[in-house]
């Protein structure tokens, strides 16, 4: 390990249970010096410079007069800031480009983009043990956290996905959007695991689509979904007529292929859990009781099979919450 590396003078609290150094084919990283656990904080860090302009009219000029309004110290990190690796950028912009992320201020309309020294050193993977939660903030008191999605071992690299709500897409699709080519485990697996990998994704996407009424992909550029669904039972799901128990047995089915994926987080986990008390009907009920009771997602799924397509008393009530919650949505 380079010892005058320029990475290696950042400022990495004395706490952090991480610690950078090279990652082989990825320049460098943030590796785990002790176990993580599900939940914790891994870092929490305010950006050193905030530009608030929508991101495609940030100029280097930008950069440059945010930089100049740094302190002596904090220039210094900029400056050490490296084109993945010891190599300068070659422009104020392209340093920006590299490092930030974006966040929402309440109460305004133009999206914050802040650039974040330590955050940016964290590599991105398709099937992360962090994330990175979108912050909405009051201005003043910017401060993004990663977070563990899972048990994180001594000496494991702490990754992240850089666009968050594409891990449903296939590889191809993921590398075209990164614009590089990924190489975390899921990416560099052999080809039957890689198409495995892109059915699983690609199945839980339609089984999102069923659960929810739409493509769960919302920065999809066009309306052509990457698989069939039957044209009435697509109807009835963009019509939110989808009875309760099949809702739950699309989630739990689509919770077996995200645990098989890697893809599994609290939230995703406390949907499903949000889910299962909505059911009015009591035999119905009784049914979803069993089955969540069950130890593995497999299992879950199995038992909650013999619900599908059964009628519950809370369908009308679930029904025009979802169409109110899409609506409110859209009225945004």
Not at 25 to 44: E, N, P, V, Y
Not at 101 to 116: A, D, K, Q
Not at 210 to 226: I, K, M, W
Not at 288 to 301: G, I, N, P, S, Y
Request: glycine fraction near 6%.
């Amino acid at each position: 390990m380079p010892l005058n590396h320029p990475y290696k003078k950042l400022p990495v609290p004395g706490d952090a249970p991480f610690e950078l150094k090279p990652s082989p084919g990825k320049g460098w990283g943030a590796f785990a010096k002790r176990r993580i656990s599900k939940g914790a904080t891994i870092l929490a860090e305010k950006p050193l410079l905030i530009i608030q302009k929508p991101v495609q009219e940030i100029t280097d000029h930008d950069v440059a007069m945010a930089f100049l309004q740094l302190a002596p110290r904090d220039k210094e990190k900029f400056l050490r800031l490296g084109d993945n690796g010891p190599g300068p950028f070659e422009s104020c912009l392209a340093a920006m480009a590299q490092n930030t992320f974006e966040f929402l201020i309440r109460g305004s309309n133009l999206p914050v983009y802040g650039l974040f020294v330590l955050l940016s050193r964290f590599n991105h993977s398709c099937a992360p043990n962090s994330k990175v939660p979108l912050l909405v903030t009051e201005r003043g008191q910017e401060t993004l956290a990663i977070i563990a999605k899972k048990d994180i071992s001594v000496g494991e690299e702490i990754t992240f996905s850089y666009l968050p709500g594409f891990e449903l897409k296939a590889q191809h699709e993921r590398h075209r959007l990164l614009q590089f080519t990924c190489k975390c485990d899921a990416c560099h697996a052999g080809i039957e695991q890689k198409q495995a990998s892109d059915l699983r994704r690609t199945l839980v996407r339609g089984l999102q689509y069923l659960s929810r009424g739409n493509d769960p992909d919302d920065q999809a550029q066009d309306s052509t979904l990457p698989f069939s669904i039957d044209p009435e039972l697509k109807k009835a799901a963009e019509e939110l007529r989808i009875p309760l128990s099949s809702r739950f047995v699309y989630d739990l089915l689509s919770m077996v292929l995200l645990e098989e994926e890697g893809l599994m987080d609290d939230l995703i986990v406390k949907k499903v859990q949000t889910v299962s008390d909505w059911f009015e009907t009591e035999s119905n009920d009784m049914i979803v009781k069993l089955a969540m009771a069950q130890t593995t997602w497999r299992e879950k799924f199995n038992v909650a099979a013999r619900l599908y397509g059964r009628e519950d008393a809370a369908d009308d009530d679930v029904a025009n919450e979802l169409r109110t919650m899409r609506d409110l949505n859209l009225g945004q």
